[in-house]
Nanobody, 126 residues
Framework: VQPVESGGGLVQAGGPLRLSCAGP????????MGWFRQASGKELEGVAVIGRSGETRYADSVKGRSAISQDNGRNTLYLQLNILKPDDTAMYYCATQRSPGTYYKIGGLGTWFGYWGQGTQVTVFS
């Protein structure tokens, strides 16, 4: 089941934004879930990952100003982004651990990801 991302939009630099990723049975059943982003002309980048135990890791580019969380009851994954910068402009995707899949390492935690959503666009203007 593919998840659905939401919450993106046009945001002024310095502001916050919360992204959501939801899908039936999507959150609670997975060992790891992650947020990724792809800016125009750049490769897909892992942003944050959360384990079922609640362990979190972040890319250096967002560490200290972002938070990944999950609500198992609502089958929803969140990404809170604060102090947004123009460099945060990208399409944001969520994905769940899956093998076979594509291997990514986020904040030192590496695993295989798949079941990508369609993405939600975040545009930060200064």
């Amino acid at each position: 089941v593919q998840p659905v991302e939401s919450g993106g939009g046009l945001v002024q630099a310095g502001g916050p934004l919360r992204l959501s990723c939801a899908g039936p049975g999507y959150v609670a059943s997975r060992e790891y879930m992650g947020w990724f982003r792809q800016a125009s002309g750049k490769e897909l980048e892992g942003v944050a990952v959360i384990g079922r135990s609640g362990e979190t890791r972040y890319a250096d580019s967002v560490k200290g100003r972002s938070a990944i969380s999950q609500d198992n009851g609502r089958n929803t994954l969140y990404l809170q982004l604060n102090i947004l910068k123009p460099d945060d402009t990208a399409m944001y995707y969520c994905a769940t651990q899956r093998s076979p899949g594509t291997y990514y390492k986020i904040g030192g935690l590496g695993t295989w990801f798949g079941y990508w959503g369609q993405g939600t666009q975040v545009t930060v203007f200064s």
